[in-house]
C-alpha cells in the first residue's frame, strides 16, 4: 500500500517545508498497517492491516538551499522537490530461519553517487 500525504480539502494545499512532511506521528499508522503494531483504535487505519501488507509512505520535501525558491502560493519548480519515503515492511516478512527480510539501497561499487540505476 502507498500512503502520500493528501489535501485536506478543497482548496486547501500542503505546505512545503525544509524537513518534509514525515512526521513521527505518521510512522504508527504506516506500522499498524504492515502489521507491526495492535490496533491503534482508529478504525479506518485497522481497516488496511492485513497479513502480508506492507505500507510505504512518500513525503515531499525542499532542501534547504531550495528553501528560498517556494513561491507565495507555495507552488515550486518539481526539479528543486526531492520525493522521500518510509518503508514498513509486512510483519511477515521474515526467511526461512525466521530472521527479518532487510531492503538496502546500498551499492558499494558506486560510492559517492547519490542515484543508482535499477538493473
Known amino acids: 500500500m502507498v ?10 494545499f500542503l505546505r512545503l517545508g525544509t524537513t518534509g512532511l514525515s512526521e ?17 483504535g482508529d478504525p479506518s487505519t485497522d481497516a488496511f492491516a492485513a497479513e502480508r501488507r506492507g505500507a510505504l509512505a512518500l513525503f515531499p520535501v525542499v532542501e534547504p538551499k531550495h528553501q528560498a ?8 519548480d518539481p526539479g528543486k522537490l526531492v520525493l522521500a519515503f518510509a518503508f514498513g515492511a509486512p510483519a511477515t516478512a521474515k526467511g526461512r530461519d525466521n530472521r527479518v527480510v532487510r531492503f538496502t539501497t ?12 535499477s538493473r
Open 3 to 12: 500512503v502520500a500525504p493528501q489535501h485536506v480539502g478543497a482548496g486547501k
Open 24 to 40: 513521527p506521528k505518521h510512522r504508527p499508522a504506516l506500522l499498524r498497517i504492515a502489521g507491526a503494531l495492535p490496533s491503534s
Open 69 to 76: 525558491d517556494v513561491a507565495q502560493d507555495g507552488s515550486l
Open 106 to 117: 546500498v551499492d558499494s561499487s558506486r560510492k559517492g553517487e547519490a542515484i543508482i540505476p
